[in-house]
């Protein structure tokens, strides 16, 4: 009984239904209502809001269902219980998930539709007409649930409005017909937006915005707002704060301290930056619940989010973006993803293998635009690139825990001569390294999935290094040629000066070059000299 009392409750990671979630006391609800607060009084009040998969958006639309319906018990000691929320006014709350609409054929997602909408009607005490088309059900649905409020106003909250689409995105007749019949059922939404007093949708991607939401364009988007960044999923601070004694627990269980059980934490899972015009970052919520349960360091988004979706169009296209540490993107290549095209970069950020790394402002004098450069948030979402790609097989994954076991000791010709050799190799036959880009790319991936954080295009001043690599006990200055030599990138290394900022200091510095053969397919054996202070 005594362990049982002091057993830590952990953030959910299954459990996305509010009022279980907090009577259940299994789980922890880490507070977000101070923003919810902010969401449910926005000026705009037909919302929406897109995430990564597994990234609370569900349980969020359950804590607005028992904001907006008072049911006040629920939220004793949150924030939203010392702010001026009128707890003496609830509204019907209309609440689904499209998933319930989606079908393997056109016919079983109309079908599913109608059938959603009569199970509506019946939940909320309204006739179900079946001599009307569905589209119709459901606006008579709205006025009549809305003429039963004592407000005369409801609420409505639709999760994964985008799963009936994603559905045919390799059939695309099918696609445009469903696509179609979307369009006027949530067009009803907008033509009884009188009668809605909030409005959240919510998905993982925006393929159906240009056609579903013409039909909606009162809908405002709040995915890249900058008072909701945090929103869904945690912060550092809240590993400082509320989710303190259970980075305390999974220090203790792996034989770390505070700071370093956080620091292990924060690079597997953290890194989304969701608003380019805040530098808050989150975790992945689920991974950082899995783990903290679990005890353990490894993979879990993968297992509960993968995007069949993502993973098909990355097979198909047959590579990765050119480098996947540095992947430019402009604002209005994020917000909209063309279901005919799929464009890879779209997909990668909207699915959550990429995130927002840095914003390069625009100058609105020379009518400049922002742009943005994308790369993997974390060690976690490294790895999943890697299984996507085919390198999940055993003897990969044994190179990189050898690879990680040599940085970590300062090994550097082991493992670049030895490790980093084993992984180039492990690289698909039919996956083409073409130039020295592209050589690279393999590299920053490799070596940010040992943890190593590798800095790609290292300013100087003559130019850019490579990559470089920081330890606590050295520095690491890379250069890399193709189809040319290890010595003519150590020639480069020098005499453009690329480690001469870290010569003298407390570290001691290493130079490291790195020729890829094609014929071979890998890398030349690599150069590595250690440089002298000054």
């Given at each position: 009984m005594e362990n049982?009392?002091?057993?830590?409750?952990?953030?959910?990671?299954?459990?996305?239904?509010?009022?279980?979630?907090?009577?259940?006391?299994?789980?922890?609800?880490?507070?977000?209502?101070?923003?919810?607060?902010?969401?449910?009084?926005?000026?705009?009040q037909q919302l929406f809001i897109s995430r990564p998969r597994r990234f609370g958006k569900s349980l969020m639309l359950s804590t607005l269902k028992a904001m907006f319906e008072c049911r006040r018990e629920l939220f004793k000691g949150l924030a939203i219980d010392r702010l001026p929320w009128e707890w003496d006014k609830p509204f019907p709350v209309v609440s689904f998930t499209m998933s319930s609409a989606a079908g393997s054929t056109y016919?079983?997602?109309?079908?599913?539709?109608?059938?959603?909408?009569?199970?509506?009607a019946s939940e909320h005490g309204v006739p179900f007409d079946k001599d009307k088309t569905t589209e119709k059900n459901f606006e008579d649905f709205l006025k009549a649930a809305a003429a039963k409020s004592p407000t005369r106003q409801i609420v409505v909250l639709i999760d994964e409005y985008d799963e009936p689409v994603a559905k045919f995105l390799n059939d695309i007749p099918t696609l445009n017909r469903v696509r179609s019949d979307l369009h006027d059922f949530y067009e009803k939404l907008k033509v009884n937006s009188g009668s809605i007093r909030f409005l959240m949708m919510t998905g993982v991607t925006k393929l159906t915005k240009l056609s579903v939401f013409s039909g909606m364009n009162h809908l405002k988007d709040r995915s890249m707002d900058e008072r909701f960044a945090t929103l869904l999923g945690y912060t550092p601070d809240e590993l400082d704060g509320a989710l303190r004694e259970n980075v305390e627990a999974f220090g203790e269980k792996n034989g770390m301290d505070f700071k370093a059980a956080k620091a292990a934490l924060l690079s597997w899972y953290d890194g989304y930056r969701f608003s380019p015009r805040s530098e808050a970052r989150v975790c992945n919520p689920v991974s950082l619940g899995s783990a903290l349960e679990s005890g353990e360091l490894k993979g879990y988004w993968e297992t509960t989010g993968r995007t069949t979706l993502i993973i098909n169009r990355m097979a198909n296209a047959g590579k990765l973006p050119a480098d996947l540490e540095n992947v430019p993107a402009r604002p209005l290549t994020l917000d909209v993803c063309d279901a005919e095209t799929l464009p890879m970069v779209s997909l990668l950020y909207q699915?959550?293998?990429?995130?927002?790394?840095?914003?390069?402002r625009g100058d609105p004098t020379k009518d400049e635009t922002d742009s943005y450069v994308l790369a993997p948030p974390n060690l976690e979402v490294r790895e999943a690139l890697s299984q996507a790609m085919g390198l999940d097989e055993d003897p990969f994954n044994a190179l990189v825990d050898k690879a990680k076991r040599q940085i970590a000791s300062g090994d550097w010709m082991g493992y670049l001569g030895e490790s980093l050799f084993g992984l180039y190799a492990s690289v698909p036959p039919d996956w083409q390294i073409k130039d020295e880009a592209e050589a690279k790319r393999y590299f920053l991936l490799f070596a940010s999935m040992t943890g190593a954080n590798p800095q790609p295009e290292v300013a100087t001043m003559l130019g850019y290094a490579d990559a470089v690599i920081e330890t606590p006990k050295e520095v690491c200055v890379f250069e890399f040629k193709y189809r040319k030599s290890a010595k003519a990138a150590i020639k480069q290394i020098r005499e453009r000066g690329y480690a001469d900022k870290w010569i003298g200091g407390e570290r001691p510095v290493t130079l490291v070059g790195i020729n890829f053969n094609p014929k071979k397919r890998n890398i030349d054996m690599p150069i590595i000299e250690k440089e002298c202070k000054m």
């Open positions: 049982e009392e002091r057993r830590i409750k952990v953030p959910t990671t299954g459990v996305c239904d509010f009022p279980s979630l907090i009577l259940g006391g299994k789980g922890k609800y880490v507070d977000k209502t101070d923003l919810l607060y902010q969401l449910a009084n926005d000026a705009d016919e079983k997602f109309t079908s599913n539709l109608r059938s959603l909408v009569e199970d509506l699915g959550g293998y990429l995130t927002i790394k840095d914003v390069k």
